[in-house]
Nanobody
Framework: QVQLVESGGGLVQVGGSLRLSCAASARTFSRYFVGWFRQAPGKEREFVAA????????SYADSVKGRFTISRDNAKNTLYLQMNSLKPDDTALYYC????????????????????WGQGTQVTVSS
């Protein structure tokens, strides 16, 4: 099992940047594919970005492509999401998620693929 704790959220103006972090408890973090999802009030949880075990493969939602960058540091058991050029539509509760796999290239875009979730960190973009 793995426990996930997000941090780095906050209030930022339009066009600003934030870097989210997700600290994982598992020593075997490198065996988990991981991703970021978000949920805005009154909306369903949606996929944001995902990365494979080694970090060599990534996938992004169209709405964040070119603005957000997902990365991981397996030595630090940490997942990151660098968010630039933030827009009001990016306002949401951001969750990191993880699931174990033996496929080194796999990236998961569906929330149903993940068994482990953090509690979320709030990102608010003011106009």
């Amino acid at each position: 099992q793995v426990q996930l704790v997000e941090s780095g959220g906050g209030l930022v103006q339009v066009g600003g940047s934030l870097r989210l972090s997700c600290a994982a408890s598992a020593r075997t973090f490198s065996r988990y594919f991981v991703g970021w999802f978000r949920q805005a009030p009154g909306k369903e949880r949606e996929f944001v970005a995902a990365v494979s075990l080694s970090g060599t493969r990534t996938s992004y939602a169209d709405s964040v492509k070119g603005r957000f960058t997902i990365s991981r540091d397996n030595a630090k058991n940490t997942l990151y999401l660098q968010m630039n050029s933030l827009k009001p539509d990016d306002t949401a509760l951001y969750y990191c998620a993880a699931d174990p796999t033996y496929d080194v290239y796999y990236v998961g875009r569906e929330s149903s693929e993940y068994d482990y979730w953090g509690q979320g960190t709030q990102v608010t973009v003011s106009s």
